[in-house]
């Protein structure tokens, strides 16, 4: 493995988890609560075994989790046309909107910082966003894992 680029991704990791804490920061939102919201965005209907294992929880804890989210009104919960043993979680309008909502909060704490005097541009952040996108779904094979 190439030392020089392990220290890179070290360095990438630490800043990537800095700056997500950075924005979070003031939000009352349940962090827990927003990945699942985000997955839904991002996936479509989902079963609560698979948002478990996209979230890396338990069952139990996605289930307690997409309660609290129906309860809100965030999301809903049906049987699954493929499985009717099974139910899929869904993003509602207003789930949507929550989220969006949220990115809008975080995305206005960074824009603070940048705005700050940072220098950075749209450009600048789109391909800082493009080198994580490409990193994030370039897939991994097994015998390249260390």
Do not use: F, W
Request: glycine share 6%; net charge negative.
């Amino acid at each position: 493995m190439n030392d020089e680029l392990r220290e890179a991704s070290i360095e990438l990791l630490l800043h990537c988890a800095r700056i997500v804490r950075a924005a979070r920061q003031g939000s009352s939102a349940p962090v827990a609560q927003m990945r699942v919201l985000s997955a839904l965005d991002e996936h479509g209907p989902l079963r609560v075994s698979t948002l478990a294992a996209i979230d890396n929880c338990s069952q139990p804890t996605m289930t307690g989790t997409v309660a609290t989210l129906l309860s809100g009104g965030d999301v809903t919960k049906a049987p699954d046309p493929s499985d009717a043993r099974a139910s899929l979680v869904a993003l509602t309008p207003e789930g949507r909107d929550r989220l969006g909502d949220l990115r809008r909060q975080y995305a206005d704490v960074l824009v603070a910082r940048i705005e700050a005097g940072t220098g950075l541009t749209p450009t600048d952040l789109r391909a800082a966003a493009n080198v994580l996108r490409t990193i994030l779904t370039t897939p991994v094979r097994e015998d390249d894992r260390a």
